[in-house]
Structure formats: structure tokens, C-alpha cells
């Protein structure tokens, strides 16, 4: 479900490598669900990667944003929004849901997120990797360090 593909990459390796994470922590979580095992190991297994999901999102928001921040990219706020958005989401997973009915809330969740992820990166993300191909070299050289 959850198969990075090259159409994908934004060309800014750090942003990939975060995107490739997101991926795997999906795909995981998929795998997680098809398998047949202990229901009490099963539901704290995949609310754990769940929970993994979440803070990774964070974190990797965050480290995009800062990074739209340093080279002053123009959709940085509309970013955020979005951003924003896909955050009080995921925060509003209801574990209880869960819990009570695992393949069929969390095959939905991952849908959501797979879709999600896709189309943002082909949709805004994309923009970025423009905006980063246009740059003057001296001004990505520069601000570099500090990134």
C-alpha cells in the first residue's frame, strides 16, 4: 500500500528521506493489520505505530517548515495550513475506535493518510522542489548551513 515511487522525490534529500520514513511507518502499520496474532499484542503493536506516525508527521513538518522559513519560500503559510490540518486529524484518532474494531479503523486511517501524503507531495510539495531548482546557487549555498 504504502510504495515510495521516484515521482515522489522533491529532490532535497532530507525532505525524501523524511517522506520515505513516513512510507515506511505506513507500510508497517499495513502490515501490522493483515497479520493474524495475539489481539492484546496486535492492538498495543499498532497503536504504538500509530502513535510513531503521529510525532514523526510532527517532526517532519516542522523540519519542512523551517527549512521553507530559511529560503523564504512564498507557500510557506499555506503549508503551514495544511499542515496544520493533517495534524489536528491525526491528534483526533480516537484509540477507543481502535480498539474495538482494529482492521476496519485502521485500514480506513491508513487510506486517509496514504492519499493524504501522496497528494500533497505530488500537489505542494512538488512546488517546493521548483522553487528550490530556481534558486540562485549563492543563495542556496549560503543558507545551507544553517539548514
Known amino acids: 500500500m504504502f510504495e515510495w515511487k521516484d515521482k515522489y522525490s522533491c529532490g532535497i534529500k532530507r525532505v525524501d528521506d523524511e517522506h520515505k520514513k513516513l512510507f515506511e511507518i505506513g507500510q508497517s502499520i499495513y502490515s501490522m493489520i ?3 496474532d495475539n489481539q492484546i499484542f496486535y492492538i498495543d503493536e499498532i497503536l504504538d505505530s500509530i502513535d510513531e506516525l503521529r510525532k514523526y508527521t510532527i517532526y517532519h513538518f516542522e523540519d519542512e ?3 521553507m522559513q530559511l529560503y523564504e519560500y512564498p ?3 499555506q503549508q ?3 499542515h496544520d490540518k493533517f495534524i489536528e486529524k491525526i491528534e ?3 484509540e477507543s475506535d481502535i480498539e474495538k474494531n482494529p482492521e476496519e479503523e485502521v485500514i480506513k486511517l491508513l487510506d486517509f493518510v496514504y492519499k493524504w501524503i501522496s497528494e500533497h507531495i505530488l500537489g505542494m510539495d512538488l512546488k517546493l522542489k521548483d522553487y528550490f531548482d530556481n534558486l540562485r546557487p549563492s543563495k542556496l549555498v549560503k543558507n545551507t548551513k544553517k539548514f
Open 80 to 82: 503551514k495550513l495544511v
Open 75 to 77: 507557500g510557506y503559510k
Open 34 to 36: 493483515k497479520k493474524e
Open 65 to 67: 517548515e523551517r527549512l
Open 92 to 94: 483526533s484518532i480516537d
